[in-house]
């Protein structure tokens, strides 16, 4: 059965004694959401905010996309390994001052995709409770409780994590972090050349609306009303709803966040489309890693290497 964990009340405890010292002015977490398998993201500010935080499998927000918009007063976040590594990426673009953000770093276990999750369990709309139980995810709701195992529906992401990032919390909670095995949910052929690539985004991008929720959910997408692509001075991309236009937009922005995407997969979990927009982050991350030797997350005093000209690179 489903029930407050220990871990909760740490958590619970942990902000309402910042709060009640007036050493933060709000605890960034993640609360009870409309529907059980889905945690929301939760601003606690008082004794009552803080009674309201939760943890779970289901808690899949990146919660450092809040920091930037709320830099100028001292918040506390609490932040799983790929939270806090887009924290140390803001903190390494000066987007956010280390002594405004207290991070309570939290061993994780591994989250659910919400997407994986509806695919392997059905709608999740009507559920009453959900809950771990044991390596298995239970959902319930009127009809009966669905069960699916954990592997198969946890996060692409949680495959590869190496649990970095939380060496710069001020604290940690929970237990050890485990090695997260999940089933990813998309295997690229060995023999993909540059002609399937094109065939498989254009195809993909050929379902985009435009909505930008991806780029809503993103920590290092902070631009906000000066994003290029509403650009009204410089037309960099126009805003028709068509495969071309949204080949410019995710190529501008795939660039843009290269060397500063964490891979966390937020962008994808928002998309209304399923767009698999964290494979498309990888493969560019990943040449910016190998070129310039580089790991986002691993230093809070050294910027991106696509923010650096330099004369000799060219
Ligand atoms: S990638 Fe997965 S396992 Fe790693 S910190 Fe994030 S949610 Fe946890
Ligand atoms: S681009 Fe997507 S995967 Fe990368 S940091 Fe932003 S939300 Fe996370
Ligand atoms: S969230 Fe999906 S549909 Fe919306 S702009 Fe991003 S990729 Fe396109």
């Given at each position: 059965m489903s029930g407050m964990s220990t871990l909760e009340e740490t958590i619970r405890q942990k902000a309402k004694e910042l709060l009640e010292k007036g050493e933060v002015t709000a605890v960034i977490g993640w609360g009870g959401g409309w529907n059980p398998a889905k945690a929301t993201p939760q601003f606690a500010r008082d004794a009552d905010g803080a009674e309201k935080l939760v943890f779970n499998?289901?808690?899949?927000?990146?919660?450092?996309?809040y920091l930037p918009r709320m830099k100028d007063s001292k918040v506390a976040i609490f932040a799983k390994p790929c939270e806090a590594g887009s924290i140390v990426a803001l903190l390494a673009e000066g987007k956010i001052s280390r002594d405004n953000v207290y991070i309570i770093g939290i061993a994780c276990q591994g989250i659910v995709d919400p997407v994986k999750l509806e695919k392997e369990?059905?709608?999740?709309?009507?559920?009453t409770a959900a809950y771990l139980e044991g390596d298995t995810i239970v959902i319930e709701g009127e009809g009966g409780a669905k069960r699916v195992r954990f592997t198969k529906v946890a996060m692409d992401a949680c495959a590869s994590?190496?649990?970095?990032?939380?060496?710069?919390?001020d604290e940690m909670v929970g237990d050890t972090a485990k090695p997260v095995t999940t089933e990813v949910s998309f295997e690229v052929p060995e023999d993909a050349d540059w002609a399937w690539w094109r065939e498989f985004w254009a195809k993909e991008f050929?379902?985009?609306?435009?909505?930008y929720a991806c780029r809503e959910s993103?920590?290092?997408?902070?631009?906000?009303?000066?994003?290029a692509v509403q650009s009204l001075r410089e037309r960099?991309?126009?805003?028709?709803?068509?495969p071309m236009e949204a080949l410019m937009f995710h190529a501008q922005r795939a660039m843009h966040v290269?060397?500063?995407?964490?891979?966390?997969g937020a962008c994808e979990r928002a998309c209304p489309v399923d767009i698999p927009l964290t494979l498309l982050h990888k493969q560019v991350g990943g040449a910016v890693r190998k070129l310039f030797n580089f790991e986002v997350?691993?230093?809070?005093d050294e910027r991106p290497p696509l923010e650096t000209f330099q004369k000799e690179e060219l």
């Open positions: 499998p289901f808690c899949y927000n990146n919660l450092a996309v369990a059905g709608s999740i709309d009507e559920a994590c190496e649990q970095k990032g939380t060496s710069f919390a050929d379902r985009c609306i435009r909505c993103c920590p290092v997408c902070y631009c906000r009303d000066n994003c960099w991309t126009g805003s028709q709803v068509n290269a060397g500063r995407c964490i891979e966390c997350g691993d230093k809070a």
